[in-house]
């Protein structure tokens, strides 16, 4: 039984963004490559930066010479989108189940007090969002930085 109530469920989801969170940054981590990510990241940045230099300047050699790369820079891009979607593929069905779990668990209940908005967030076009969903997502934007960070899977630049 999962635990109910403010701060039960507020802790208990807190602790599951975590473990969620540790476990997909280890999963990246043993399926990537962070330097070779990273340096791919430059490689793609440098690219861009000399591309819009270029064609702000009107050099039509450089911007020309720069096209002739552009196969590679979109195949290094595709390389790297791929890298993160294995990761995603491999969270997404256990994510899902977890979420109707919580959904069936939690549903309207209060798992957080925001503080000036109570548990109830209301956006235009999706209406009322319950806490559930905000709570979970801060903590996992939280912990996900702050593990990518450590294990180098993001650099700190």
């Not at 076009?125 to 993001?154: E, K, Q």
Request: charged share 15%.
């Amino acid at each position: 039984m999962l635990p109910q109530g403010i701060p039960f469920s507020t802790s208990f989801i807190f602790l599951l963004a975590a473990t969620i969170a540790l476990l997909t940054s280890l999963v990246n981590r043993l399926l990537t490559n962070p330097e070779k990510s990273k340096a791919s990241r430059k490689e793609i940045a440098d690219w861009n930066t000399e591309l819009r230099k270029a064609q702000r300047s009107g050099d039509k050699k450089t911007v020309e010479k720069l096209m002739r790369k552009q196969k590679q820079i979109l195949q290094l891009q595709s390389k790297m989108m791929w890298q993160s979607m294995k990761v995603a593929l491999l969270f997404f069905v256990p994510l899902i189940i977890i979420w109707q779990i919580l959904g069936g668990v939690y549903g309207d209940n209060p798992i957080a007090y925001f503080p000036g908005v109570g548990p109830i967030i209301s956006i235009p076009l999706f209406g009322d969002v319950y806490s559930l969903f905000w709570w979970y997502m801060l903590c996992s934007f939280l912990f996900s930085t702050a593990f990518s960070h450590v294990f180098g899977i993001v650099g700190m630049e």
